[in-house]
């Protein structure tokens, strides 16, 4: 194998937290309150996307980063940008970061990864910035709290959350299920690059039965939305008095969201250091903001090699769809070295991030 290097990472489980992309209910208006828990909320909500000469994209799948707490006191969040292209079918390609980055930044990023635009002519020359908004969190929407803990996001909601959450729940104490349904998974599509869920509510009659069971929301998958409430008619809890406005969530796994292709080597193409074997290998890791939304990528590295084996100059030639992949990508090659021998320079390897279970495997065409 020339020149690639492939991390094949295994497919989440369906058993893991969940993370929420766009739901389908309002969001909540900004507040500059700090509550009684000292947390706010914050939802991150995309702005216009405007491209070459001013032409605004039409968006058709806009996904949001996860939602995060805040507790700066008189501060908020800053905004998240970034630049990119959009390819023929719609796909945001080529994306670079245009803000500085913090702790929610890799969240931004995949979010803009797994969105879609109108699929017409290609465009170039295109920006959108993700801004915080905020609200105390006892006076968050419930559907925001409910994408919150569905990412398995830290720190905990405070106690005023839950409360809050739960607010009306008649089922939250003294009710135990007997017989607790699920969907069918592997029947429900998913969708390349995110993790959908639903929340389901229902009352529970005197024998245990569920009855008036209802979509509460969710981020818009109607097979899920349905396996979901016929699971809830299907399960069973212990006898007791009538409780109501009880809920449970289901979720679904992302599908894999495969990689734009990688460009053809040309037919004289050939790396240097082929004949240098490796004295510490590289370590792949697949970048966690990706791997938790199924998200593949590529990136072309080049370096130089010191005749001692070490590794310099690394640089990225070029990545996709973000340059994320090209970071990783770079930091695992100059934590490697090649074995002792002569200075080499003009190295080059591609390095891919796939999915276990994906339709492509670790290799390709070009580099059998």
């Not at 020359?125 to 709290?145: D, F, K, N, Q």
């Not at 290998?281 to 005749?307: K, M, N, T």
Request: glycine share 8%.
């Amino acid at each position: 194998m020339i020149g690639l290097l492939s991390a094949l990472l295994g497919s989440a489980a369906s058993a893991i937290p969940p993370e929420p992309p766009v739901a389908t209910v309002g969001v909540p208006i900004a507040s500059s309150s700090h509550g009684l828990s000292g947390q706010r909320l914050v939802s991150w909500m995309p702005g216009p996307v405007r491209c070459e000469n001013g032409e605004v994209a039409s968006v058709v799948e806009g996904r949001r980063p996860y939602n995060t707490l805040w507790s700066g006191r008189g501060s908020e969040p800053p905004a998240m940008s970034f630049d990119f292209a959009i390819d023929a079918t719609g796909r945001p390609v080529s994306i670079t970061r245009t803000s500085p980055s913090h702790s929610n930044h890799g969240s931004g990023a995949a979010a803009m990864v797994s969105s879609r635009f109108a699929a017409n002519a290609a465009l170039d020359g295109c920006s959108i910035t993700y801004r915080p908004v905020m609200r105390p969190i006892e006076e968050a929407e419930p559907v925001e709290l409910v994408s919150y803990v569905m990412t398995g996001q830290t720190p905990r909601l405070s106690r005023e959350a839950y409360d809050r959450l739960h607010a009306d729940d008649e089922c939250r104490a003294g009710t135990q299920p007997i017989l607790r349904a699920y969907p069918n998974f592997d029947q429900i599509p998913a969708t390349p690059g995110v993790r959908d869920w639903t929340a389901i509510g229902f009352d529970v009659e005197p024998s245990g039965e569920t009855s008036n069971v209802r979509h509460l929301y969710g981020t818009g998958n109607e097979p899920l939305d349905g396996a979901a409430e016929e699971a809830v008619e299907t399960s069973r809890f212990n006898e007791g008095p009538m409780r109501h406005n009880c809920s449970y969530r289901y979720w679904r796994n992302a599908a894999v969201l495969p990689a734009p292709p990688a460009p053809p080597r040309g037919a004289d193409w050939s790396d240097p250091c082929e004949a240098l074997e490796w004295d510490r290998a590289p370590q792949l890791v697949f970048p966690e903001a990706y791997r938790s939304r199924s998200i593949e990528g590529w990136a072309d590295i080049a370096y130089d090699v010191a005749p001692w084996g070490e590794i310099g100059n690394v640089r990225i030639l070029r990545a996709e769809p973000i340059d994320d992949f090209g970071e990783a990508a770079k930091r695992m090659i100059e934590r490697s070295s090649k074995q002792e021998g002569q200075a080499i320079t003009g190295c080059e390897t591609r390095v891919f991030y796939r999915m276990e279970g994906n339709a492509a495997s670790a290799r390709d065409s070009e580099s059998s």
